[in-house]
């Protein structure tokens, strides 16, 4: 597994949009499947928020963000993304990308992927 770099986070009014950006320290992660968590102030759980296959075939998001959150991926520019539109106050928390190849979107869905390393991530504060 690489460690994760998060970019886009920042302070933002209910209703606004935000993009978050994700690559890796050192080798490239074209074929990890990878996955955008958060971590809400005073929480100590990760949560999954959505996730992309390694071949952008499979997404998946948990329902509060539907139809809100957007993820994608560019492997030949080794970036991900998370767009995120009428953002709301619960959604602020610190956000990171992970991933590798043997952890698959379902099991991120789940709430079983169990990574070891985790990068910095990106604050997200959206005031109401």
């Known amino acids: 597994q690489v460690r994760m770099v998060e970019s886009g986070g920042g302070l933002v009014q209910s209703g606004g949009s935000l993009t978050l950006s994700c690559t890796t320290e050192g080798p490239p992660f074209t074929y990890y499947n990878i996955g955008w968590f958060r971590q809400a102030p005073g929480k100590e759980e990760r949560e999954f928020v959505a996730g992309i296959s390694w071949s952008s075939a499979r997404r998946s998001y948990i329902d509060s963000v539907k139809g809100r959150f957007t993820i994608s991926r560019d492997n030949a520019a080794n970036m991900a993304y998370l767009e995120m539109r009428d953002l709301k106050p619960e959604d602020t928390a610190t956000y990171f990308c992970?991933?590798?190849?043997?952890?698959?979107?379902?099991?991120?869905?789940?709430?079983?992927?169990?990574?070891?390393?985790w990068g910095q991530g990106t604050q997200v504060t959206v005031s109401s």
């Open positions: 992970n991933g590798d190849t043997t952890t698959s979107v379902a099991t991120m869905v789940s709430g079983r992927a169990a990574f070891d390393l």
